[in-house]
């Protein structure tokens, strides 16, 4: 006695119904038109939004090795871009939650609880004044005593900030490279006469909060040490 439920699931027809299970299994989608959909806005990103991705890119890198720093130090540093440029980008960041503002907002971070360095943010400050000749990766944090290291037309600038009563920290600093330049900032140009300095080129900064919201950064040369200029 033959069951017919059996022949149902056998011979040629059982092995052409089969034939289809992979693909419906497996599908081939690499040519598929919804793949080369989402393919298409990837590979037509305007230069403009590389750029900003870039620009984000920096600003993340900067806050991590720095820590908070003023909102206007996170502007000044987006040397490319115009004040009103830059504030919208850090705005949708902070929308983005990539950055957020730290206490009252004067300072930018990682996230709302870091702390400001105010040797660093100092040190950020006499860097701005020459941001326009370098490069948005050239600086980065310096080894104790010095919190800055950048790079400016070839040669190496590491920024020390000193305070009150700490004349003594210049002896830590081992000068290894012939093209490195030291700038001391001080809390006043007086001090400069009790420092004993490495045997390399120095220049000599104070940083002066008059009410703006940048202070001005003032620089002498080495030869105030002899003269009694200062």
């Known amino acids: 006695m033959k069951w017919p439920l059996k022949t149902q699931y056998h011979g040629s027809a059982f092995l052409s119904r089969c034939a289809h299970i992979p693909a419906i299994l497996d599908p081939d989608t690499s040519s598929c038109a919804f793949r080369e959909e989402k393919r298409i806005p990837q590979e037509k990103r305007t230069r403009r939004e590389a750029m900003l991705l870039t620009d984000e890119q920096y600003v993340i890198k900067w806050l991590s090795q720095y820590g ?3 909102k206007a130090q ?24 990539r950055i957020a ?28 004044q020459f941001i326009d000749r370098v490069e948005p990766l ?5 080894t104790y005593p010095s919190q800055l290291f950048f790079l400016k037309e070839n040669i190496g600038y590491e ?11 210049p002896r830590l600093l081992q000068h290894r490279e ?4 030291y ?7 007086q ?4 420092l004993v300095l490495p045997r390399a080129p120095c220049l000599f900064s104070t940083v002066e909060f008059q009410g703006e919201e940048e202070p001005q950064v003032h620089f002498f040369a080495e030869e105030v040490r002899g003269n009694g200029t200062a």
């Open 68 to 70: 908070p720093l003023p």
């Open 183 to 189: 700038i001391f900032v001080l809390p006043k140009i």
């Open 101 to 128: 503002d730290v206490g009252d907002g004067y300072y930018l971070g990682l996230d709302p609880y870091c702390t400001p360095d105010q040797r660093v943010i100092l040190a950020v400050w006499v860097l701005l």
């Open 74 to 97: 996170v502007v000044r540093l987006l040397r490319d871009k115009s004040p009103t440029t830059a504030e919208r980008l850090l705005n949708r960041m902070k929308r983005d939650q």
């Open 178 to 181: 012939e093209d490195l330049k």
């Open 191 to 194: 001090m400069v006469h009790q």
């Open 138 to 142: 050239a600086h980065y944090p310096a």
């Open 159 to 169: 920024i020390v900030v000193l305070y009150e009563g700490e004349q003594h920290l």
